[in-house]
């Protein structure tokens, strides 16, 4: 780790942010009615910002591709979670898949 | 305990059971990442406790162990983590007043939210919101410590496939938004800009320039 006051800092700043941010909606509900497309864009922004963290952490590692194995768990995980497979296993077969393609050779 | 056990019936407590579970499973690989990452334990252990919402911590730690700023990371981590605003409009009042509000408030994370809006009344509503949400405010630290502890023992974590589960997480809990077509498009546009941008901007960026899809979503609605 490289600077650990930054690091310390970026993380209270997290913790601090995301108190406030769970505080507010609240706080908020008993007083005004957010447009329901208003609320409607944030939590599909929400889900595009995870769905680009899902493909960069998939696929890439710093700036160049990460390899077949770590995608194809993903890929496998992907398509149970579709199938309405129960969370944990979905999970586990990312690991399992990526796990076992390292253990054949495939990077 | 007991009481909320009589409130929500076997098949919730199940599932509320089975949910913690795989949060504490995922919080294994969240500190095993992380000390891979060459974060000292406290790290992960602190984030679990103070921040309880897995993607943003993840997402803290990917961009600082590439290279990022970490205040940069706290704001794509702030970003991440604004869907609890409209988590917070959209609950009935399911925390109480004074400490248990403070309390309440900190557990607020998906799994609590998804369990307290899916039952039908509001002491059961309350139950599950607090059962679910204390068991991840113990299960994910737990799982992030024990991972960590592991982690440092264990140091070819890649051999294990534990970088692919973060990725599968993130998908699992997307999932259901992504049944809606429109949704999904912007979705799929956005992943695609990120990995696009990936070899030309800073650690972090790429996530955040994925948000221009959701200018594909606004066209659509107007």
Redesign the interface.
Known sequence: ?K?TT??V???A???A???V?????????ARIT?PP?A?K????????????????????Q???F?GL??PA??LV??VL??RRA???V???????????L??AGVH | MRSIGRTLGRATLRDIA??C??VF??GL?YGAIAVAS???LW?PA??SV????G??????I?I?A?GG???A???A???????????????PEV?GRGWRRLLG??V?NDESVVFALAQPDLPRKRAAYWACGLGVLICWPGGATAGALIGSAVHNT??????????????????P??RNR??LR???A??????IT??FLP?GL??????V??LL??RE?T
């Open positions: 780790m600077d930054l690091v800092a970026g993380m700043t997290l913790a942010g995301t108190y941010i769970r505080l507010s909606g609240q706080a908020l509900r957010f497309r609320s864009l944030l939590e599909a922004a929400a889900v595009i910002l995870l769905a680009a963290l899902v493909a960069t952490t998939a696929l890439t710093g700036h160049g990460a194995a770590r768990g993903v995980a992907g979670a579709w129960p969370f944990l979905v999970v586990i077969a990312a690991a399992a898949v990526t796990a076992l390292r253990l | 089975l949910t579970l795989a499973v995922i690989s060459k974060f000292p790290v602190a984030q103070l921040v309880l919402a993607a943003s911590e993840f997402l803290f990917g600082v590439a700023n970490p205040i990371a706290a704001a981590g702030l970003l991440v983590n604004t869907r609890h605003l409209p988590y917070g409009l959209a609950l925390t408030t900190h607020m890649s051999a294990f496939g534990l970088d692919a589960m973060f990725p599968a997480v993130i998908l699992g809990l997307i999932v938004d992504l429109g949704t912007a979705a799929l956005g992943a695609a800009i990120a990995l990936t070899p650690a790429p996530v955040l320039a994925a948000l899809a959701v979503l606004t609605q």
